[in-house]
């Protein structure tokens, strides 16, 4: 048996309990009258109407009202009858069915008069008891009709929550993507540049390839580092991640300039900046190099870049980089997605700058703008 079956059982074993004693009271306080046998009857009938009242509460409660004005016995059924169409169909609907009952209970009142009781009371009474039916099931039904909402405001939060966090999670991913193609890209393009010379120079001195060999074993066991930091970054918890190196800025520069030569990549740097730059933009303004230098190492190895730093708070921090074009038919001594120019305009954009790049007069430029809050 289902839950709902159950509790429907249930309801009914009470309701048919509740109103069968109530009903019996009142027909064993009228026994030996006159209309004994219609009340019994009337008592039957009420009971069945009490019980319908659960499917069809206002046509129940009608019916049991209906019988009320024929006998006493069927009042607690016409009351119940009242207060379920409160507490389940909108206030006029049970204003209309209080009405009929305090109605028909007028008629009992005049036909069947209580000579424990005044009409005049007996209708004050009526009237009380019935407008407390009304507002009590009114009441009953609001704070139903509450308790749904809320528990719908509560799954509708609880959705949202999860969406909120389905996009955290999300942006987390590209977050950890931007960043471990930031620092791989440039490390491993140091491994592919001194690779490739222990590829096409063979006929090099073995100290000159045992050099070699160990620039690129340092460089995968530097990459894998970095790899590390990148993930331990992204995943530890906020105290813990105080511990963790730094994030590179501008001042780590010079370290890419000197590794970029180790290469054979000549770069001359021109740094005309006035202040401290605060550190989000400064690893942007970082990062904004090693991909302009990372660049340069893959598609126009060995030739010179240029690097022009420049601005001061209240301006635009600008970063301009150019490197000639390498000659037709030159192969790129690593291959990429090609989506890093790409991310580190999303990169840019988020903080509120601009970047361009593109071939002009022979070179390749890459220039970006920052705007550069007054401390």
Not at 51 to 60: C, D, E, I, M, N
Not at 227 to 244: A, G, K, N, T
Request: neutral net charge; contains cysteine; proline residues 7%.
């Amino acid at each position: 048996m289902s839950a709902f079956r159950l509790r429907f059982s249930l309801a009914v074993a009470v309701v048919l309990l509740a109103m069968g004693a109530l009903t019996g009271v009142t027909l064993w306080s009228l026994e030996g009258g006159p209309t004994w046998g219609m009340d019994v009857a009337i008592a039957v009938a009420s009971l069945a109407a009490a019980v319908a009242q659960l499917w069809w509460p206002v046509h129940g409660a009608l019916a049991a009202t209906v019988l009320a004005t024929l006998s006493p016995v069927a009042t607690p059924a016409a009351t119940m009858g009242a207060l379920q169409v409160a507490q389940r169909r909108r206030f006029p609907v049970a204003a209309g069915v209080a009405a009929a009952g305090m109605a028909a209970h007028l008629i009992q009142g005049w036909w069947r008069p209580n000579s424990g009781i005044s009409l005049s009371w007996w209708l004050l009474l009526i009237c009380a008891s019935y407008g407390a039916l009304l507002g009590w099931g009114a009441w009953a039904r609001s704070r139903r009709a509450l308790l749904i909402s809320l528990h719908e405001r509560a799954q509708r939060a609880e959705a949202e929550q999860g969406r909120r966090v389905a996009e955290a999670r999300a942006a987390e991913r590209r977050l950890l993507a931007r960043e471990m193609h930031d620092v791989l890209a440039h490390r491993l393009s140091l491994v592919a540049t001194h690779a490739g010379a222990l590829e096409y120079r063979p006929d090099s001195s073995p100290e000159q390839l045992a050099r070699a060999a160990g620039v690129v074993r340092a460089g995968v066991h530097q990459a894998l580092e970095e790899l590390r930091s990148v993930i331990s970054l992204l995943h530890e918890q906020d105290d813990e991640r105080d511990e963790l190196e730094p994030p590179p800025g501008l001042a780590d520069v010079p370290t890419l300039i000197e590794e970029a030569q180790g290469a054979g990549q000549p770069v001359r740097l021109r740094d005309k900046l006035t202040g401290a730059l605060p550190p989000p933009m400064d690893k942007t303004a970082y990062r904004v190099v090693q991909e302009a230098l990372t660049n340069a190492r893959k598609h126009a190895p060995g030739l010179p870049v240029e690097i022009h730093l420049r601005g001061e708070p209240g301006d635009d921090l600008r970063i301009e980089i150019s490197n000639p074009l390498p000659p037709a038919g030159t192969t790129p001594t690593a291959t990429g997605s090609g989506l890093g120019l790409v991310g580190l305009t999303e990169r840019v954009r988020l903080d509120g700058g601009q970047l361009d790049h593109g071939k002009k007069d022979g070179e390749f430029h890459l220039t970006a703008r920052l705007p550069w809050p007054t401390p």
